[in-house]
Each structure stands twice: as C-alpha cells, then as structure tokens.
C-alpha cells in the first residue's frame, strides 16, 4: 500500500462527508482514495462493499457532476475500495463549496483564494482581469516613454509597436481585454495612481533595531516601473552602508549585499506579487541582513529547492512579468533566483535563504562584517545622506557637479538627497545656485 500523500488519502470506512475529499483532488492533481484503510496503511477491510460500489459513482455524479472509477481491491483476505479521481479542467463545487487538495491537507476556497481559482480554471490569472471605466489616456505617458526606452534597447519589441501610438503598445502588450478596456496589469504598470484600483499596491520599508523596535521608514507609491526605480534607490541610499575604498584616485563603493542580487530579489517580489491581497510588500533591513516579503505563491507542485536549481519561469502576473522582460528588466527562463545566488556568492556573502509559508514568500539576505577602509581624503565610510552632510559641513561652497563626483552617485540621486536633506531642515542654501553656499543646520 502506498503511503499517504498530496495524492493519497487513506479512510478506515466510508462517510459521505468523503465527498468533499473527492472534490478537493478533482479541483487540483487529482488522486486515490482508499477506504478500508487505516491511517497506518494497514488494510483492514469492509463489509458493504458491493453498496459502496454502486453508492460511491452516483453520489459524485448527483453532487458534483463528475465520474470517478471505484474498483474493489483484496489484500490477504480483507476487502477495500480504490476511487480514482481526475483532475478537471473545470471548477467543481460540492453543496455550494469549493474544496481543494494542498499537500496533505483538503481546504474550503473563499474570498481572493477562490477567485484566483476560478480564474485559472478558466486560463486567465488575476492580472489579466479587465477594470471597468479606465482608458490609455488614464496612463502615465512618461511611464510609458520609459517603458519604450527600455524595450528598444533590449530589441524585444517590433519596430512598429515602439513606434506606434499608447494603444497599439498596449495591444501589442496584451495589455487590453475584450471590450477596450485595460487589464489590471496595464493599470499596475502604467497607471500614475494604481492604489485607486488595487488596494496595498505600494512598498514600504523599514530600518529595525530589534524586531520589536523599528527605527525609521519610508514607503514607496506609483505605478510598478516608479517602485522599482524609487525602491532600489532608497536602499542604497538611506538603508544600506556602502564600505568605501580607492583603487589609485577611483572611488569604490560596496554595499553589504551585491547591488545586482538586490535588484533581482526586488524585481521579483513586485512583479510576482499577489495583488489581490491588499498587504504591501515589506522590506525589513537590520544591521547584519535584509528580509524582502511579499505575499505570493509558488507554483502548487514546487518548493523552496524548485528555485535553487534550473527550473521553467512560471510567473504569478503573467502579464505583468512580460512587460518586465520586453523592457528588459527580467528574464523569461526562470533564472532569477539562481543569478541571486550566483551574485552572492560571487561577492563573498552567504547565499540568501529563501522562506515560503502561507504568510507569503521571502528572502533574506545575510550581511557579512567588514573593516571599513582608510580613505585618503578623510571622507567615512557611511550613508549617501550622511555623506553630503559630511562633504557640505567640510566645503560649504561645493558644487552639485562635485558632489556627484565626490559621492560617486548620479547627478539625479544627489539632487534627490539634497532636497530631501533641505526638507528635513538639515541643509539650507544661501543665495544663488552660482554665488551662494550651504549651511549644514544639524
């Protein structure tokens, strides 16, 4: 007898109430169950199975409509039934409810569970639904500039889609549903406001002393493309050490995790996300590691050791990830997690732990200490805010062209810093932008 599994379920005797369990493996791989079996494995056999025979077909018929094979079986002497349940292609419901086969377990499908069920049973996933009432000129054109941008540098759109105008992108993006109207991943990735339509589409981000206690933080909003660019950018910026060094007069900069891996495990947690859960995706950073979560699925017959090795890209957001690979921002091949653990390694860092728990899925990245390095110009090593206010407190008549020199950062990143540095009432700027001076308030 083989052992009980995500596809096997053993019963001592037969109650109709089992007819929820056949529900439960028609509605995902489907499987067998064994009555006259205790949950040992040990047959110990029936006494009605001739009724059970004839009972078992009719009664998933009558209440679900499907037909499943009953064959009798015999081991040393005793008498047990086999049913065979298909997995069907199309929603089964039992008395009103959908029950669902997970692991060893059998679920009731409700709220946004069972919405995402009865849309793949129907091939289409959440991302792929139409929202009523918003059209292209709802879209944020210069979302949409960049978008183009970043596919014709990748060549993985035609000529004629980049050169076309918003709806014939949006078409050749399969970005619009029956009807004209766009799908929620069209409003996800190009809307200014997507939070009108999508509740917890933003990322936010926290800086923890302990787990208990959560020193500063920050959230990002706007449309899909905005949250990986601002994202990414306030990491680096405010939330991660940079340890600095010189090689001849090159300023070098490393993080405590490599900027690329980074990228990779923040692409993935938006572009995969469930959107239909209302929660946000959360960045914890603490001195010696970074947790990215976010509330999605694994594929139903992967786990944690699917995305350690070479496996096929299954996205949760098809839509969505399309769009991020025509602009180059992921791959279709399902290498993402692998080149996470390649740049970690690479760098010199322990390879991330990746966690998956019905809360949702997350990575972590482990710092490792470093000295920090002895720098010729007496600039510390430190945040891109702490470092401005080191240079301005030093030189009050710097120039924003040598702060980016000075910082190694781009020009947009250092006004980005300075104005949040004046708004902070850290910094204020005296007289002109060419005969003027900072003054560092605090």
């Known amino acids: 007898m083989k052992a009980e599994s995500q596809n096997i379920e053993w019963k001592e005797s037969w109650r109709d109430e089992f007819l929820k369990w056949i529900c439960g493996f028609a509605n995902a791989q489907g499987g067998k169950i064994y009555i006259g079996v205790n949950d040992k494995g040990i047959v110990t056999g029936l006494n009605d199975t001739k009724k059970l025979l004839e009972e078992i ?18 081991q040393a002497g005793k008498s047990y039934i086999e049913i065979v349940v298909d997995a069907y292609p199309n929603p089964i419901s039992y008395s009103g409810e959908y029950h669902y086969r997970s692991g060893s377990t059998k679920q009731v499908l409700k709220g946004n569970t069972l919405m995402k069920f009865l849309l793949q049973k129907q091939g289409k996933r959440w991302d792929g639904v139409p929202v009523p009432k918003v059209n ?61 339509f999508v509740t917890g589409a933003f990322v936010k981000i926290g800086f923890f002393n302990s787990d208990t206690e959560l020193a500063y933080q920050d959230e990002v909003h706007g449309n899909l493309f905005q949250q990986v660019e601002k994202t990414m950018d306030l990491i680096l910026t405010k939330y991660l050490k940079a340890y600095i060094s010189y090689e001849g007069i090159h300023r070098v900069e490393k993080y405590q995790v490599p900027e690329i ?39 139903s017959d992967w786990t944690i050791k699917n995305l350690k090795a070479k496996h096929p890209s299954k996205p949760f957001n098809p839509d969505i990830a399309n769009a991020f690979f025509r602009a180059g921002l992921i791959e279709a091949w399902g290498r993402g997690t692998l080149k996470i653990i390649k740049e970690c390694k690479e760098y010199g860092i322990k390879t991330p732990l990746f966690k998956y728990t019905l809360s949702g899925f997350v990575i972590e990245f482990r710092f490792v200490a470093q000295e920090k390095s002895s720098v010729s110009n007496g600039l510390p090593d430190m945040s891109i805010e702490n470092l401005v206010l080191d240079i301005l407190s030093k030189n009050k008549n710097v120039t924003i062209a040598e702060l980016v020199t000075l910082t190694d950062k781009s020009k947009s990143t250092v006004q980005r810093v300075i104005e949040k540095l004046k708004g902070e009432k850290k910094i204020l700027r005296k007289g002109s932008d060419k005969q003027g001076f900072w003054k560092v308030l605090k």
Request: proline share 4%; no cysteine.
């Open 57 to 74: 077909p009719n009664k998933t018929v009558q209440h679900m409509g499907i037909l499943v094979d009953v064959n009798l079986k015999k």
């Open 136 to 196: 292209v000129r709802a879209l944020d054109n210069s979302t949409i500039v960049y978008f183009k941008k970043k596919a014709k540098e990748t060549g993985r759109l035609t000529v004629d889609a980049l050169k076309g105008n918003n709806e014939i992108l949006l078409e050749n993006l399969r970005l619009k549903a029956d009807g004209d109207f766009l799908k929620r991943a069209a409003v996800l990735l190009f809307h200014p406001d997507p939070e009108k």
């Open 261 to 299: 891996a980074l990228r990779e495990a923040v692409l993935n947690a938006i572009a995969h996300k469930d959107y239909s859960s209302g929660n946000p995706i959360q960045i914890s950073v603490y001195n010696d590691k970074i947790m990215i979560w976010n509330e999605g699925e694994l594929p």
